[in-house]
């Protein structure tokens, strides 16, 4: 960027003006002031001299800013500054607002206790700034004597009551003066009452720039496109924000993504509809007015697509499509994450996308699948730049660093107290040979042996109770995500189990042995109760083959335990029981040869199903209580 005090004032300005007068229709009704300015070509006004600006300054009791200063020498005042100021003041027009406006008294009040001193300075902006707005559509201008870089130069603030904003601030007067200059384009772009765009040098220069940042785009080179596109889009140019705000919403920039004209477009709607409306659902709180608002001129059969899309991604049912090969893809990834191995699902759709194709001209890439509950977990600011930067739609580019993987492959990230969901207590179940689908037939009552669609943990947490209207304190039936915790070894995970009871807890290691082995873990070594406790038992062919439980401070074991799981080895005094996790956790990841998905454990969307009971019956002389619900079927 040109750097204020070097900015050449004349050839901008005169191009502003010729663009301006080249614009207005032959036909139109005008003022004297503006027909003068058509026919002079000129929006400006006569330079101010050296001697006149010192008078000013001499008469506001402050040097001007460096930009404002060389502006004035080039033109005393400007006309039509964007599309809200008439007039911007030249040397006699500027003066202290002084709260003239009244405008510092609404915006104290604004302020709460907590406002710090950048707000409090913002609020008294109207008491303090030199207004430059003469005659505007409720629209101020404001220069900050206070806001002063080290430049010397002074920061702009605008603000109008109608554009429901707080001010804008803009660095110095240049950057001011070309945001205007882009409000004139941006609305000359869309104008009124069916008359045509204004076309002219700058707008197709932008408009190649956009074409060629759609190019590049493709070809994985998405910062130079973006940068391209956030320029085009300043100054209206179609197409420009709709292609960038696909880079947006894949880099995780979801607010204000609208994809402008390319959502209600009949060739896009497919993919583009489902991050719109999913982005919707997130926020709407079932209002669905923006959304209306976001659908304006779209056709009906657009407007039932987005709606019915919408019912889907609420209950969970959207499920992403897409033609030829990465299509496949997508289902393979699909069928990947619906058992948590996250990494592999990522993995499977960046080798497709090369080979992916854009619906239209204007299509950047695979947008549709954020909007499904499987694969939308996958999204990661890190993923969306690899996937960015694959070229692809037929281009050729470099290959992109391959983001990361979410998953660390062990046990041993439970231990780690800034794990999202912060698992201080947790069971799981683990079967060898077995697919995930089949654990329920081997924990589950006949009952309840089928799985839950996928669901987040928290949905699992807070997902109604099924009709059922008796709950027993000597029931403790577990609500476990299923998935895959390996290549041999799939899972069941509890990630917020009822209290440990170590009297009466029964292992289902054993019933789900049966002609394989299982593992069962149940740890709460960082209980907030105080009350560490681990357990590890082991079964194979439907026998428990060796088992420990610690709890409070003391160690109980059955069978012959591995040396590498020997209790000893990990637990000392009852105070370093906690420390005893990880490596009690790394010591089984090596032993078995497993892991559990963290990502989709915590992030991600698994099958869930209910098992039987952990505990034992009460028995002769056990106290325990029932709590039953009655409700009618409306309530």
């Given at each position: 960027?040109?750097?204020?005090?070097?900015?050449?004032?004349?050839?901008?300005?005169?191009?502003?003006?010729?663009?301006?007068?080249?614009?207005?229709?032959?036909?139109?009704?005008?003022?004297?002031?503006?027909?003068?300015?058509?026919?002079?070509?000129?929006?400006?006004?006569?330079?101010?001299?050296?001697?006149?600006?010192?008078?000013?300054?001499?008469?506001?009791?402050?040097?001007?800013?460096?930009?404002?200063?060389?502006?004035?020498?080039?033109?005393?005042?400007?006309?039509?500054?964007?599309?809200?100021?008439?007039?911007?003041?030249?040397?006699?027009?500027?003066?202290?607002?002084?709260?003239?406006?009244?405008?510092?008294?609404?915006?104290?009040?604004?302020?709460?206790?907590?406002?710090?001193?950048?707000?409090?300075?913002?609020?008294?902006?109207?008491?303090?700034?030199?207004?430059?707005?003469?005659?505007?559509?409720?629209?101020?201008?404001?220069?900050?004597?206070?806001?002063?870089?080290?430049?010397?130069?002074?920061?702009?603030?605008?603000?109008?009551?109608?554009?429901?904003?707080?001010?804008?601030?803009?660095?110095?007067?240049?950057?001011?003066?070309?945001?205007?200059?882009?409000?004139?384009?941006?609305?000359?772009?869309?104008?009124?009452?069916?008359?045509?765009?204004?076309?002219?040098?700058?707008?197709?220069?932008?408009?190649?720039?956009?074409?060629?940042?759609?190019?590049?785009?493709?070809?994985?080179?998405?910062?130079?496109?973006?940068?391209?596109?956030?320029?085009?889009?300043?100054?209206?140019?179609?197409?420009?924000?709709?292609?960038?705000?696909?880079?947006?919403?894949?880099?995780?920039?979801?607010?204000?993504?609208?994809?402008?004209?390319?959502?209600?477009?009949?060739?896009?709607?497919?993919?583009?509809?489902?991050?719109?409306?999913?982005?919707?659902?997130?926020?709407?709180?079932?209002?669905?007015?923006?959304?209306?608002?976001?659908?304006?001129?779209?056709?009906?059969?657009?407007?039932?697509?987005?709606?019915?899309?919408?019912?889907?991604?609420?209950?969970?049912?959207?499920?992403?499509?897409?033609?030829?090969?990465?299509?496949?893809?997508?289902?393979?990834?699909?069928?990947?994450?619906?058992?948590?191995?996250?990494?592999?699902?990522?993995?499977?759709?960046?080798?497709?996308?090369?080979?992916?194709?854009?619906l239209g001209p204007d299509h950047l890439a695979p947008l549709g699948w954020v909007a499904d509950p499987l694969l939308g977990s996958l999204l990661t600011p890190e993923r969306g730049h690899e996937l960015l930067s694959t070229p692809r739609g037929g281009q050729a580019g470099e290959a992109p660093v391959r983001a990361a993987d979410l998953d660390p492959g062990n046990l041993a990230w439970l231990a780690d107290p800034d794990t999202h969901g912060d698992h201080t207590s947790y069971r799981f179940v683990l079967v060898e040979a077995v697919e995930p689908e089949d654990l329920p037939g081997r924990l589950a009552g006949a009952n309840e042996a089928t799985l839950v669609a996928p669901m987040t943990a928290?949905?699992?947490?807070?997902?109604?109770?099924?009709?059922?209207?008796?709950?027993?304190?000597?029931?403790?039936?577990?609500?476990?995500?299923?998935?895959?915790?390996?290549?041999?070894?799939?899972?069941?995970?509890?990630?917020?189990?009822?209290?440990?009871?170590?009297?009466?807890?029964?292992?289902?290691?054993?019933?789900?042995?049966?002609?394989?082995?299982?593992?069962?873990?149940?740890?709460?070594?960082?209980?907030?109760?105080?009350?560490?406790?681990?357990?590890?038992?082991?079964?194979?062919?439907?026998?428990?083959?060796?088992?420990?439980?610690?709890?409070?401070?003391?160690?109980?074991?059955?069978?012959?335990?591995?040396?590498?799981?020997?209790?000893?080895?990990?637990?000392?005094?009852?105070?370093?029981?906690?420390?005893?996790?990880?490596?009690?956790?790394?010591?089984?990841?090596?032993?078995?040869?497993?892991?559990?998905?963290?990502?989709?454990?915590?992030?991600?969307?698994?099958?869930?199903?209910?098992?039987?009971?952990?505990?034992?019956?009460?028995?002769?002389?056990?106290?325990?209580?029932?709590?039953?619900?009655?409700?009618?079927?409306?309530?």
């Amino acid at each position: 960027m040109t750097h204020p005090t070097a900015f050449n004032w004349h050839p901008f300005l005169l191009r502003w003006s010729e663009e301006w007068a080249d614009s207005l229709p032959d036909d139109a009704t005008r003022s004297e002031e503006d027909e003068a300015a058509r026919r002079a070509r000129w929006l400006g006004f006569p330079p101010a001299s050296e001697e006149r600006i010192a008078a000013m300054e001499e008469r506001l009791g402050r040097r001007m800013p460096p930009s404002y200063r060389e502006f004035l020498k080039v033109s005393d005042g400007w006309q039509h500054a964007g599309g809200f100021v008439r007039l911007l003041a030249g040397i006699t027009g500027a003066r202290w607002h002084n709260n003239g406006s009244g405008l510092a008294d609404m915006f104290e009040e604004y302020l709460d206790d907590d406002a710090g001193p950048a707000e409090r300075r913002a609020a008294d902006i109207w008491r303090r700034g030199l207004q430059l707005d003469v005659v505007s559509d409720i629209t101020h201008v404001l220069l900050d004597p206070e806001d002063v870089d080290e430049d010397g130069e002074w920061a702009v603030y605008t603000w109008a009551s109608w554009r429901a904003a707080p001010p804008e601030r803009y660095a110095n007067f240049v950057e001011f003066m070309r945001a205007m200059h882009q409000e004139f384009h941006s609305l000359r772009a869309r104008p009124a009452g069916g008359e045509p765009a204004f076309v002219d040098d700058t707008t197709r220069e932008l408009d190649a720039l956009v074409e060629q940042a759609r190019l590049e785009a493709l070809r994985g080179d998405w910062e130079r496109a973006e940068q391209a596109l956030d320029e085009a889009r300043r100054y209206g140019r179609p197409r420009a924000a709709g292609l960038g705000d696909q880079i947006r919403r894949l880099l995780g920039q979801t607010y204000m993504v609208s994809f402008e004209d390319l959502a209600t477009d009949p060739r896009y709607a497919p993919e583009l509809l489902p991050a719109l409306v999913a982005e919707h659902a997130a926020h709407s709180y079932r209002d669905d007015s923006t959304l209306q608002f976001d659908l304006r001129g779209a056709g009906d059969d657009v407007v039932s697509l987005a709606f019915a899309t919408l019912e889907q991604v609420r209950n969970g049912t959207y499920r992403y499509t897409a033609a030829g090969p990465f299509g496949e893809a997508v289902e393979r990834a699909r069928e990947l994450a619906r058992w948590g191995d996250t990494d592999a699902a990522w993995r499977t759709l960046m080798d497709a996308l090369p080979v992916w194709q854009p619906l239209g001209p204007d299509h950047l890439a695979p947008l549709g699948w954020v909007a499904d509950p499987l694969l939308g977990s996958l999204l990661t600011p890190e993923r969306g730049h690899e996937l960015l930067s694959t070229p692809r739609g037929g281009q050729a580019g470099e290959a992109p660093v391959r983001a990361a993987d979410l998953d660390p492959g062990n046990l041993a990230w439970l231990a780690d107290p800034d794990t999202h969901g912060d698992h201080t207590s947790y069971r799981f179940v683990l079967v060898e040979a077995v697919e995930p689908e089949d654990l329920p037939g081997r924990l589950a009552g006949a009952n309840e042996a089928t799985l839950v669609a996928p669901m987040t943990a928290h949905e699992a947490r807070h997902r109604p109770l099924d009709g059922q209207r008796e709950f027993s304190s000597y029931d403790d039936r577990a609500l476990m995500a299923v998935g895959r915790a390996g290549s041999r070894w799939s899972f069941a995970f509890d990630g917020a189990p009822a209290p440990f009871d170590a009297q009466r807890f029964v292992s289902p290691a054993a019933d789900a042995s049966a002609g394989t082995r299982a593992v069962v873990v149940w740890s709460g070594l960082r209980t907030r109760d105080g009350q560490a406790f681990f357990h590890l038992s082991v079964a194979q062919d439907g026998t428990e083959q060796y088992a420990f439980t610690y709890a409070n401070g003391e160690t109980r074991r059955t069978g012959l335990i591995p040396r590498a799981l020997d209790p000893d080895r990990f637990f000392g005094s009852r105070q370093e029981a906690a420390e005893a996790e990880r490596p009690l956790l790394e010591a089984l990841t090596d032993v078995f040869d497993v892991h559990l998905p963290r990502h989709a454990i915590t992030d991600g969307r698994l099958h869930t199903f209910t098992t039987r009971s952990w505990t034992r019956p009460p028995e002769n002389g056990e106290t325990y209580a029932v709590i039953s619900m009655n409700w009618d079927a409306e309530h």
